[in-house]
Protein backbone atom coordinates (compact mmCIF):
# COMPACT_ATOMS: atom_id res chain seq x y z
CA UNK A 1 0.00 0.00 0.00
CA UNK A 2 1.48 3.51 -1.10
CA UNK A 3 1.62 6.24 1.64
CA UNK A 4 0.67 9.97 0.58
CA UNK A 5 1.18 13.25 2.76
CA UNK A 6 -0.75 15.71 3.63
CA UNK A 7 1.01 19.28 3.73
CA UNK A 8 0.40 22.56 3.86
CA UNK A 9 0.42 25.98 6.72
CA UNK A 10 -1.70 25.90 9.10
CA UNK A 11 -5.30 25.80 9.41
CA UNK A 12 -5.71 25.17 5.31
CA UNK A 13 -7.59 22.18 6.22
CA UNK A 14 -5.49 19.27 6.09
CA UNK A 15 -7.15 17.25 9.05
CA UNK A 16 -10.72 18.11 6.95
CA UNK A 17 -9.00 16.25 4.29
CA UNK A 18 -7.86 13.26 5.85
CA UNK A 19 -11.30 12.80 7.62
CA UNK A 20 -12.86 12.94 3.96
CA UNK A 21 -10.36 10.03 2.70
CA UNK A 22 -10.35 7.77 5.64
CA UNK A 23 -14.76 8.42 6.08
CA UNK A 24 -14.25 8.90 10.07
CA UNK A 25 -13.71 11.19 11.46
CA UNK A 26 -9.86 10.57 13.06
CA UNK A 27 -8.32 13.58 13.35
CA UNK A 28 -9.28 16.63 15.07
CA UNK A 29 -10.65 19.70 13.52
CA UNK A 30 -10.84 23.39 14.79
CA UNK A 31 -10.89 26.65 13.29
CA UNK A 32 -8.11 27.61 15.41
CA UNK A 33 -4.26 27.04 13.71
CA UNK A 34 -2.15 24.39 14.81
CA UNK A 35 -4.36 21.73 16.46
CA UNK A 36 -2.30 19.05 14.66
CA UNK A 37 1.15 18.25 15.74
CA UNK A 38 2.13 14.60 15.91
CA UNK A 39 2.13 13.03 11.81
CA UNK A 40 -1.19 10.79 12.00
CA UNK A 41 -1.73 7.88 9.19
CA UNK A 42 -4.92 6.19 8.04
CA UNK A 43 -6.19 4.02 5.87
CA UNK A 44 -7.95 5.74 3.07
CA UNK A 45 -10.23 5.17 0.55
CA UNK A 46 -10.82 7.21 -2.92
CA UNK A 47 -12.70 5.06 -5.50
CA UNK A 48 -11.28 1.70 -6.23
CA UNK A 49 -7.89 3.10 -4.85
CA UNK A 50 -6.40 2.21 -1.19
CA UNK A 51 -3.77 4.13 0.07
CA UNK A 52 -2.19 5.50 3.46
CA UNK A 53 -2.70 8.92 4.20
CA UNK A 54 -0.74 10.94 6.73
CA UNK A 55 -1.85 13.68 8.06
CA UNK A 56 0.80 16.48 9.19
CA UNK A 57 1.15 19.35 11.34
CA UNK A 58 1.34 22.68 9.70
CA UNK A 59 4.65 24.16 8.01
CA UNK A 60 5.66 26.54 10.24
CA UNK A 61 9.55 28.65 10.87
CA UNK A 62 10.91 28.19 14.04
CA UNK A 63 14.24 27.27 15.82
CA UNK A 64 14.96 23.44 15.81
CA UNK A 65 14.70 23.25 19.78
CA UNK A 66 11.53 25.01 19.85
CA UNK A 67 7.36 23.40 19.33
CA UNK A 68 6.97 24.88 16.03
CA UNK A 69 10.50 23.18 15.22
CA UNK A 70 9.86 19.92 16.58
CA UNK A 71 6.73 19.94 14.73
CA UNK A 72 8.02 20.83 11.46
CA UNK A 73 10.65 18.38 11.26
CA UNK A 74 7.88 15.75 12.49
CA UNK A 75 6.19 16.71 9.36
CA UNK A 76 9.70 16.23 7.28
CA UNK A 77 9.58 13.12 8.28
CA UNK A 78 6.09 12.27 6.58
CA UNK A 79 7.50 13.82 3.50
CA UNK A 80 10.75 11.41 3.85
CA UNK A 81 8.50 8.46 3.83
CA UNK A 82 5.95 8.93 1.78
CA UNK A 83 5.59 8.27 -2.17
CA UNK A 84 3.29 11.27 -2.79
CA UNK A 85 2.53 14.70 -1.22
CA UNK A 86 -0.71 16.51 -1.56
CA UNK A 87 0.30 20.45 -1.12
CA UNK A 88 -2.50 22.16 0.25
CA UNK A 89 -3.09 25.74 0.24
CA UNK A 90 -6.14 28.08 1.29
CA UNK A 91 -8.38 28.90 -1.79
CA UNK A 92 -10.06 31.68 -0.31
CA UNK A 93 -7.20 33.12 1.00
CA UNK A 94 -5.18 32.74 -1.99
CA UNK A 95 -1.36 32.72 -1.46
CA UNK A 96 0.58 33.62 1.07
CA UNK A 97 4.71 34.04 1.50
CA UNK A 98 4.51 30.86 3.91
CA UNK A 99 2.75 29.14 0.76
CA UNK A 100 5.96 30.19 -1.62
CA UNK A 101 8.31 29.29 1.11
CA UNK A 102 6.67 25.87 1.81
CA UNK A 103 6.46 25.08 -1.88
CA UNK A 104 10.10 25.44 -2.68
CA UNK A 105 10.36 23.03 0.03
CA UNK A 106 8.00 20.32 -1.34
CA UNK A 107 9.37 20.70 -4.75
CA UNK A 108 12.98 19.81 -3.42
CA UNK A 109 11.29 16.75 -1.85
CA UNK A 110 11.30 15.39 -5.37
CA UNK A 111 8.58 13.13 -4.69
CA UNK A 112 5.26 13.12 -7.39
CA UNK A 113 3.06 15.97 -6.20
CA UNK A 114 -0.73 17.19 -6.35
CA UNK A 115 -1.25 20.81 -5.67
CA UNK A 116 -4.75 20.84 -3.95
CA UNK A 117 -6.82 24.50 -3.26
CA UNK A 118 -9.27 23.89 -0.46
CA UNK A 119 -11.97 25.49 0.18
CA UNK A 120 -12.71 26.59 -3.48
CA UNK A 121 -15.93 26.59 -2.71
CA UNK A 122 -17.38 29.81 -4.29
CA UNK A 123 -16.56 32.54 -6.18
CA UNK A 124 -13.64 33.40 -4.12
CA UNK A 125 -12.30 29.83 -3.72
CA UNK A 126 -12.19 29.59 -7.80
CA UNK A 127 -10.05 32.92 -7.86
CA UNK A 128 -7.75 31.54 -5.27
CA UNK A 129 -7.44 27.99 -7.42
CA UNK A 130 -6.57 29.99 -10.09
CA UNK A 131 -4.00 32.41 -8.62
CA UNK A 132 -1.93 28.46 -6.99
CA UNK A 133 -1.10 28.46 -11.07
CA UNK A 134 1.99 30.73 -9.81
CA UNK A 135 3.47 28.26 -7.20
CA UNK A 136 4.60 25.78 -10.52
CA UNK A 137 3.83 23.09 -9.33
CA UNK A 138 0.95 22.13 -12.08
CA UNK A 139 -3.06 22.68 -12.19
CA UNK A 140 -3.95 23.15 -8.81
CA UNK A 141 -6.99 20.87 -7.88
CA UNK A 142 -10.35 22.66 -6.50
CA UNK A 143 -11.43 21.37 -3.68
CA UNK A 144 -13.91 21.30 -0.72
CA UNK A 145 -12.99 18.28 1.84
CA UNK A 146 -15.92 19.62 4.30
CA UNK A 147 -18.37 19.60 1.32
CA UNK A 148 -16.88 16.88 -0.78
CA UNK A 149 -16.67 18.77 -3.62
CA UNK A 150 -13.83 17.46 -6.53
CA UNK A 151 -12.85 14.36 -5.23
CA UNK A 152 -13.02 12.80 -8.53
CA UNK A 153 -10.51 15.42 -10.26
CA UNK A 154 -8.20 14.21 -7.20
CA UNK A 155 -8.88 10.29 -8.18
CA UNK A 156 -7.63 11.22 -11.86
CA UNK A 157 -4.64 12.80 -10.64
CA UNK A 158 -3.82 10.46 -8.50
CA UNK A 159 -3.81 8.05 -11.58
CA UNK A 160 -1.66 10.45 -13.55
CA UNK A 161 0.90 11.35 -10.67
CA UNK A 162 0.98 7.47 -9.21
CA UNK A 163 0.76 5.18 -12.61
CA UNK A 164 2.40 2.38 -10.53
CA UNK A 165 1.49 2.80 -6.94
CA UNK A 166 -2.73 3.17 -8.54
CA UNK A 167 -2.57 0.02 -10.82
CA UNK A 168 -4.75 -2.21 -10.39
CA UNK A 169 -3.29 -5.13 -8.01
CA UNK A 170 -3.64 -8.63 -9.22
CA UNK A 171 -5.98 -10.81 -7.80
CA UNK A 172 -5.73 -12.24 -4.00
CA UNK A 173 -6.44 -15.75 -2.41
CA UNK A 174 -9.50 -16.01 -0.89
CA UNK A 175 -9.37 -15.57 3.15
CA UNK A 176 -9.42 -19.07 4.98
CA UNK A 177 -11.61 -19.04 8.41
CA UNK A 178 -9.91 -21.23 11.50
CA UNK A 179 -13.11 -23.29 12.49
CA UNK A 180 -13.20 -23.57 16.13
CA UNK A 181 -14.59 -26.47 17.59
CA UNK A 182 -16.87 -25.11 20.99
CA UNK A 183 -15.72 -28.40 22.97
CA UNK A 184 -12.13 -28.28 23.26
CA UNK A 185 -10.22 -25.68 24.67
CA UNK A 186 -8.60 -23.51 21.94
CA UNK A 187 -7.94 -19.71 21.28
CA UNK A 188 -9.39 -17.31 19.16
CA UNK A 189 -6.04 -15.81 18.62
CA UNK A 190 -5.71 -14.85 14.73
CA UNK A 191 -1.39 -13.96 14.08
CA UNK A 192 -2.25 -12.51 10.93
CA UNK A 193 -4.15 -9.72 12.28
CA UNK A 194 -1.83 -6.99 13.43
CA UNK A 195 -2.19 -6.66 17.49
CA UNK A 196 -4.19 -3.18 17.95
CA UNK A 197 -2.49 -1.96 21.65
CA UNK A 198 -3.59 1.77 23.23
CA UNK A 199 -1.23 3.73 25.32
CA UNK A 200 -3.43 5.80 28.03
CA UNK A 201 -2.29 7.45 31.08
CA UNK A 202 -2.44 11.12 32.71
CA UNK A 203 -0.71 13.89 31.06
CA UNK A 204 3.39 13.93 31.08
CA UNK A 205 3.02 10.03 31.98
CA UNK A 206 5.45 9.91 29.19
CA UNK A 207 3.49 8.24 26.72
CA UNK A 208 5.49 9.40 23.33
CA UNK A 209 8.53 9.10 25.26
CA UNK A 210 7.88 5.52 25.51
CA UNK A 211 6.42 4.59 21.86
CA UNK A 212 9.40 6.82 20.22
CA UNK A 213 11.52 4.19 22.49
CA UNK A 214 9.53 1.18 21.02
CA UNK A 215 9.61 1.73 17.39
CA UNK A 216 13.46 2.82 17.49
CA UNK A 217 12.64 6.57 16.18
CA UNK A 218 11.99 10.16 17.13
CA UNK A 219 8.27 9.25 15.01
CA UNK A 220 6.17 11.24 18.14
CA UNK A 221 6.41 14.90 19.36
CA UNK A 222 8.06 14.65 23.27
CA UNK A 223 9.18 17.71 25.16
CA UNK A 224 8.83 18.66 28.71
CA UNK A 225 4.94 20.46 27.79
CA UNK A 226 2.19 18.60 29.28
CA UNK A 227 -0.32 17.66 26.63
CA UNK A 228 1.64 17.86 23.62
CA UNK A 229 0.01 14.75 21.77
CA UNK A 230 -3.58 15.66 20.98
CA UNK A 231 -4.78 13.07 18.33
CA UNK A 232 -4.46 9.18 18.80
CA UNK A 233 -1.64 8.54 17.19
CA UNK A 234 -1.70 5.20 15.25
CA UNK A 235 1.83 3.21 14.44
CA UNK A 236 2.02 0.37 12.25
CA UNK A 237 5.40 -1.90 14.05
CA UNK A 238 6.69 -5.49 14.28
CA UNK A 239 8.25 -6.76 17.27
CA UNK A 240 9.61 -9.91 17.59
CA UNK A 241 7.99 -10.87 13.90
CA UNK A 242 4.53 -10.12 15.72
CA UNK A 243 2.87 -7.09 13.15
CA UNK A 244 1.01 -4.47 15.82
CA UNK A 245 -0.57 -1.38 15.60
CA UNK A 246 0.01 0.78 18.80
CA UNK A 247 -1.46 4.09 19.53
CA UNK A 248 -0.21 6.76 21.55
CA UNK A 249 -2.79 8.98 23.06
CA UNK A 250 -3.49 12.66 24.18
CA UNK A 251 -3.36 12.29 28.47
CA UNK A 252 -6.13 12.62 30.00
CA UNK A 253 -7.45 14.49 32.89
CA UNK A 254 -10.58 14.26 35.80
CA UNK A 255 -13.18 15.75 33.39
CA UNK A 256 -13.96 18.12 36.16
CA UNK A 257 -10.76 20.05 35.40
CA UNK A 258 -11.07 20.16 31.26
CA UNK A 259 -12.71 23.46 29.84
CA UNK A 260 -10.78 23.64 26.88
CA UNK A 261 -13.11 22.54 23.31
CA UNK A 262 -9.38 21.12 22.11
CA UNK A 263 -8.50 19.06 25.54
CA UNK A 264 -12.03 17.40 25.43
CA UNK A 265 -12.10 16.63 21.58
CA UNK A 266 -8.53 14.83 22.48
CA UNK A 267 -9.35 13.31 25.48
CA UNK A 268 -12.36 11.34 23.32
CA UNK A 269 -10.07 10.46 20.71
CA UNK A 270 -7.99 8.97 23.31
CA UNK A 271 -10.96 6.96 24.57
CA UNK A 272 -11.70 5.75 21.49
CA UNK A 273 -8.34 4.59 20.65
CA UNK A 274 -8.42 2.33 24.00
CA UNK A 275 -12.19 0.72 23.12
CA UNK A 276 -11.05 -0.46 19.73
CA UNK A 277 -7.70 -1.66 21.13
CA UNK A 278 -6.89 -5.42 21.84
CA UNK A 279 -4.62 -4.65 24.89
CA UNK A 280 -4.30 -1.20 26.71
CA UNK A 281 -1.49 0.07 28.78
CA UNK A 282 -1.98 2.19 31.02
CA UNK A 283 0.55 3.88 31.65
CA UNK A 284 1.34 5.24 35.10
CA UNK A 285 4.17 7.52 36.26
CA UNK A 286 6.18 5.82 39.09
CA UNK A 287 6.92 8.84 40.97
CA UNK A 288 3.72 9.41 42.12
CA UNK A 289 1.11 7.08 43.79
CA UNK A 290 -1.86 5.29 42.09
CA UNK A 291 -4.56 8.20 41.53
CA UNK A 292 -8.23 8.66 41.37
CA UNK A 293 -7.42 8.85 37.51
CA UNK A 294 -5.83 6.00 36.93
CA UNK A 295 -7.80 3.87 38.64
CA UNK A 296 -10.76 4.83 36.64
CA UNK A 297 -8.86 4.80 33.32
CA UNK A 298 -8.28 0.95 34.71
CA UNK A 299 -12.03 0.65 35.25
CA UNK A 300 -12.85 1.86 32.23
CA UNK A 301 -10.40 -0.58 30.21
CA UNK A 302 -12.15 -3.16 32.14
CA UNK A 303 -15.87 -2.36 31.13
CA UNK A 304 -14.89 -1.76 27.48
CA UNK A 305 -13.35 -5.74 28.02
CA UNK A 306 -10.01 -4.97 27.05
CA UNK A 307 -6.88 -6.91 28.33
CA UNK A 308 -4.72 -4.42 30.53
CA UNK A 309 -1.02 -3.57 31.31
CA UNK A 310 -0.37 -1.38 33.74
CA UNK A 311 3.80 0.11 33.03
CA UNK A 312 5.08 2.04 35.36
CA UNK A 313 7.31 4.78 33.61
CA UNK A 314 10.26 6.69 34.79
CA UNK A 315 11.72 4.00 36.60
CA UNK A 316 14.85 5.49 36.16
CA UNK A 317 13.74 7.97 38.83
CA UNK A 318 13.00 5.92 41.89
CA UNK A 319 16.02 5.39 44.24
CA UNK A 320 14.29 2.38 46.46
CA UNK A 321 13.08 0.34 43.27
CA UNK A 322 12.44 -3.12 45.36
CA UNK A 323 9.98 -1.79 47.68
CA UNK A 324 8.46 1.02 45.44
CA UNK A 325 7.44 -2.15 43.01
CA UNK A 326 5.93 -4.26 45.86
CA UNK A 327 4.05 -1.46 47.58
CA UNK A 328 2.65 -0.56 43.81
CA UNK A 329 2.08 -4.26 42.74
CA UNK A 330 0.14 -4.58 45.99
CA UNK A 331 -1.84 -1.18 45.97
CA UNK A 332 -2.88 -2.43 42.16
CA UNK A 333 -3.97 -5.66 43.49
CA UNK A 334 -6.33 -3.54 46.24
CA UNK A 335 -7.54 -1.35 43.97
CA UNK A 336 -8.11 -3.19 40.94
CA UNK A 337 -9.81 -6.44 42.07
CA UNK A 338 -11.97 -6.51 38.37
CA UNK A 339 -8.97 -7.06 36.57
CA UNK A 340 -6.78 -8.82 39.71
CA UNK A 341 -3.25 -10.28 38.43
CA UNK A 342 -2.65 -7.96 35.62
CA UNK A 343 1.05 -6.98 34.84
CA UNK A 344 2.40 -4.38 36.52
CA UNK A 345 5.55 -3.52 34.89
CA UNK A 346 8.46 -1.12 36.06
CA UNK A 347 9.65 0.53 32.07
CA UNK A 348 11.64 3.91 31.28
CA UNK A 349 10.59 4.88 28.30
CA UNK A 350 13.80 7.19 28.23
CA UNK A 351 16.42 4.65 29.14
CA UNK A 352 14.34 1.48 27.85
CA UNK A 353 14.73 -0.79 30.51
CA UNK A 354 11.68 -2.92 30.95
CA UNK A 355 10.57 -2.53 27.68
CA UNK A 356 11.00 -6.02 27.04
CA UNK A 357 9.09 -6.95 29.76
CA UNK A 358 6.19 -4.49 29.14
CA UNK A 359 5.70 -5.97 25.45
CA UNK A 360 5.98 -9.26 26.41
CA UNK A 361 3.45 -8.61 28.89
CA UNK A 362 1.14 -7.07 26.24
CA UNK A 363 1.29 -10.33 24.01
CA UNK A 364 0.81 -12.52 27.20
CA UNK A 365 -2.39 -10.29 27.75
CA UNK A 366 -3.91 -10.80 24.64
CA UNK A 367 -3.50 -14.53 24.21
CA UNK A 368 -5.13 -14.81 28.06
CA UNK A 369 -8.35 -12.69 26.34
CA UNK A 370 -8.00 -15.01 23.37
CA UNK A 371 -8.44 -18.35 25.53
CA UNK A 372 -11.24 -20.70 24.77
CA UNK A 373 -12.22 -23.31 27.55
CA UNK A 374 -13.84 -26.48 27.04
CA UNK A 375 -17.74 -27.47 27.95
CA UNK A 376 -16.40 -30.31 29.74
CA UNK A 377 -13.36 -28.49 31.63
CA UNK A 378 -15.78 -26.05 33.21
CA UNK A 379 -18.30 -28.19 33.84
CA UNK A 380 -15.95 -30.76 36.14
CA UNK A 381 -15.20 -27.08 37.96
CA UNK A 382 -18.61 -25.86 38.01
CA UNK A 383 -19.47 -28.90 39.72
CA UNK A 384 -16.70 -28.75 42.56
CA UNK A 385 -17.40 -25.36 42.99
CA UNK A 386 -21.11 -25.86 43.48
CA UNK A 387 -19.84 -28.40 46.08
CA UNK A 388 -17.34 -26.40 48.34
CA UNK A 389 -20.10 -23.59 48.14
CA UNK A 390 -23.70 -23.58 46.96
CA UNK A 391 -25.72 -20.84 45.92
CA UNK A 392 -27.87 -19.22 48.74
CA UNK A 393 -31.25 -20.34 49.10
CA UNK A 394 -34.17 -18.07 48.04
CA UNK A 395 -37.41 -17.62 49.82
CA UNK A 396 -36.58 -21.21 51.21
CA UNK A 397 -35.63 -22.63 47.46
CA UNK A 398 -32.27 -22.92 46.67
CA UNK A 399 -30.56 -21.64 43.82
CA UNK A 400 -29.60 -24.23 41.35
CA UNK A 401 -26.86 -23.74 38.55
CA UNK A 402 -27.01 -27.12 36.30
CA UNK A 403 -24.83 -26.10 33.29
CA UNK A 404 -21.84 -23.36 31.95
CA UNK A 405 -20.56 -22.87 28.83
CA UNK A 406 -17.92 -19.98 27.35
CA UNK A 407 -19.83 -18.32 24.58
CA UNK A 408 -17.03 -16.60 23.21
CA UNK A 409 -13.46 -14.97 24.25
CA UNK A 410 -12.04 -11.25 23.72
CA UNK A 411 -12.76 -11.09 26.74
CA UNK A 412 -13.67 -14.42 28.13
CA UNK A 413 -17.80 -14.90 28.39
CA UNK A 414 -19.54 -17.62 30.35
CA UNK A 415 -22.83 -18.21 30.41
CA UNK A 416 -24.63 -20.30 33.14
CA UNK A 417 -28.13 -22.22 33.40
CA UNK A 418 -30.19 -22.99 36.00
CA UNK A 419 -32.88 -22.16 38.24
CA UNK A 420 -33.86 -18.95 39.50
CA UNK A 421 -30.46 -17.37 38.91
CA UNK A 422 -31.99 -13.47 38.37
CA UNK A 423 -31.61 -13.90 42.62
CA UNK A 424 -28.31 -15.02 42.19
CA UNK A 425 -26.48 -12.32 44.31
CA UNK A 426 -23.62 -10.72 43.57
CA UNK A 427 -20.72 -12.30 45.51
CA UNK A 428 -21.35 -15.56 44.56
CA UNK A 429 -20.80 -14.62 40.86
CA UNK A 430 -17.91 -12.62 42.20
CA UNK A 431 -16.84 -16.33 43.82
CA UNK A 432 -17.21 -17.98 39.93
CA UNK A 433 -15.41 -15.06 38.42
CA UNK A 434 -12.29 -15.17 40.72
CA UNK A 435 -12.52 -19.10 40.54
CA UNK A 436 -12.03 -19.16 36.92
CA UNK A 437 -9.91 -16.58 36.83
CA UNK A 438 -7.67 -18.64 39.48
CA UNK A 439 -8.28 -22.11 37.74
CA UNK A 440 -8.12 -21.55 34.07
CA UNK A 441 -5.40 -19.01 34.41
CA UNK A 442 -7.24 -15.94 32.85
CA UNK A 443 -4.97 -12.93 34.81
CA UNK A 444 -5.83 -9.38 34.13
CA UNK A 445 -8.83 -9.63 31.76
CA UNK A 446 -12.23 -9.00 32.01
CA UNK A 447 -14.44 -11.89 33.02
CA UNK A 448 -18.08 -12.00 31.90
CA UNK A 449 -20.61 -13.88 33.31
CA UNK A 450 -24.56 -14.08 31.67
CA UNK A 451 -27.40 -16.08 33.37
CA UNK A 452 -29.97 -18.43 31.44
CA UNK A 453 -33.24 -19.57 33.10
CA UNK A 454 -33.77 -23.22 32.42
CA UNK A 455 -37.18 -23.73 30.93
CA UNK A 456 -39.78 -25.17 32.95
CA UNK A 457 -41.39 -27.96 31.41
CA UNK A 458 -44.12 -27.95 33.75
CA UNK A 459 -45.30 -24.10 33.20
CA UNK A 460 -48.11 -24.61 30.95
CA UNK A 461 -49.83 -28.05 32.10
CA UNK A 462 -52.61 -27.07 33.62
CA UNK A 463 -53.16 -29.31 37.45
CA UNK A 464 -56.15 -31.61 37.06
CA UNK A 465 -59.27 -30.73 38.52
CA UNK A 466 -60.08 -32.66 41.51
Known amino acids: MFAIAIIGRPNVGKSTLFNRLVGKKLALVDDRPGVTRDRREGEAKLGDLRFTIIDTAGLE ?5 SLSGRTRAQTEAAIESADGIFFVIDARIGLTPDDRA ?13 LIANKAEGKQGDAGAVEAYQLGLGDPIPLSAEHGDGFSELYSAMLEALPEQTALPEEEEAEVRKVFDDEEDGTE ?6 LRIAVVGRPNAGKSTLLNHIIGEERLLTGPEAGLTRDAIGIDLVWRDREMKMFDTAGLRRRAKVDDKLEKLAGADALRAAKFAEVVILLVDATMP ?3 QDLTLADLVEREGRALVIGLNKWDLIEDKGSTLKALREEALRLLPQVKGCPVVPV ?6 GVERLMEAAIGAHEVWNKRISTARLNRWLTAAIDQQPPPAVAGRRIKIRYMTQLRARPPYFIIFGNQLDALPTSYERFLVNGLRTTFELPGVPIRISKKVSDNPYKDRKRPQR
Open 102 to 114: FAALVRRAGKPLI
Open 61 to 65: EGDAA
Open 290 to 292: LEK
Open 189 to 194: LDLTKP
Open 348 to 353: SGTTGF
